[in-house]
């Protein structure tokens, strides 16, 4: 029977938090958040299973957008994976797929509590897949991965409330 892969995360940090309430946010249908995600990978020591990631995430920073946030957060981390049946190329492949699954959960996580106390209410930025790029040829440094996320709808918790009184008879 296979031995699972040994995955240690041995450091995780915030180098970016800025979740700024849209003053200007108007309720409306429920919207989708337009996330862009990046990940960037560097291998520390390959003999060791060492390896750095950051992964960025952000949406609503266009002016003029009616989104309930402009969010731009980005995280860290340090991992050590061992794995002798992988080949070295299989090693950093499975390191990227690792560092983007705890690294955006993070960034995920860290998102919905900031605006679970904000003004414009929660949002959850959902799920995220890798669409990874081709590395330039003799480029074994870091690799490079675009996500593909995913959010839900957003849910609207604010209503609109009428300026004008119905007119008699009508109903709401």
Request: glycine share 4%; proline share 8%; charged share 25%.
């Amino acid at each position: 029977m296979r031995n699972p892969p040994s995955i240690e995360i041995l450091r995780q940090a915030f180098t970016k938090v800025r979740i700024d309430a849209n003053p200007e946010f108007e309720p409306a249908p429920p919207q989708k958040l337009e996330l862009t995600s990046n990940i960037e990978l560097k291998e520390l020591d390959i003999n060791e299973g060492l390896f750095a990631a950051i992964s960025r995430v952000t949406c609503g920073l266009d002016s003029g957008s009616n989104l309930p946030y402009a969010i731009d957060v980005e995280a860290f981390g340090e991992f050590r994976i061992r794995d002798p049946e992988k080949s070295e190329d299989q090693l950093r492949a499975y390191a990227m797929i690792i560092a983007h699954q705890v690294l955006f959960a993070s960034v995920r996580e860290m998102v919905q509590n900031i605006t679970a106390r904000s003004v414009n209410g929660s949002v959850n930025i959902g799920i995220s897949f890798l669409k990874f790029e081709p590395l330039p040829e003799g480029s074994s440094e870091s690799s490079n991965a675009q996500t593909n996320a995913k959010s839900p709808r957003q849910k609207q918790e604010k209503k609109k409330v009428p300026t004008k009184k119905p007119k008699k008879g009508a109903t709401q």
